[in-house]
């Protein structure tokens, strides 16, 4: 029960930190799911933490586990958006929306 707790608390700290960093440079929108799972990979590494461990589910080598830890991580931002959508915060719009591109206007229309 606890390594889902942490999976979930993760998962918040990188909603956020993802979103810091899309309000710090808002081109990265464009990249954003490749940016999520990078990180979350990233960090699963970094604090070398394996949920499958805790689940007591095996791989055949121990990165394996790490790495798939990093993906349910990156895929738990996609429930924390929802349930700040439900909650009515602008933080569960999509990052599109949230951060809109400032490039260039299209003069067609």
């Not at 930190?17 to 590494?45: K, M, N």
């Not at 931002?77 to 591109?101: C, I, Y």
Request: aromatic fraction near 12%.
């Amino acid at each position: 029960m606890y390594a889902f707790a942490v999976v979930i608390l993760l998962g918040l700290a990188l909603f956020k930190v993802v979103d810091l960093l899309e309000d710090l440079v808002p081109a990265l929108t464009r990249y954003h799911s490749f940016i999520t799972s990078a990180l979350a990979v990233a960090g699963a590494f970094a604090i070398d933490y394996s949920v499958t461990d805790a689940w007591r589910t095996g791989f055949r080598e121990d990165w394996m586990g790490t790495a798939i830890t990093g993906l349910i991580l990156a895929g738990t931002t996609s429930v924390w958006r929802a349930v700040f959508h439900f909650l009515g915060s602008s933080e569960g719009d999509a990052p599109e929306v949230r951060h809109p591109m400032s490039g260039p206007r299209s003069m067609a229309a």
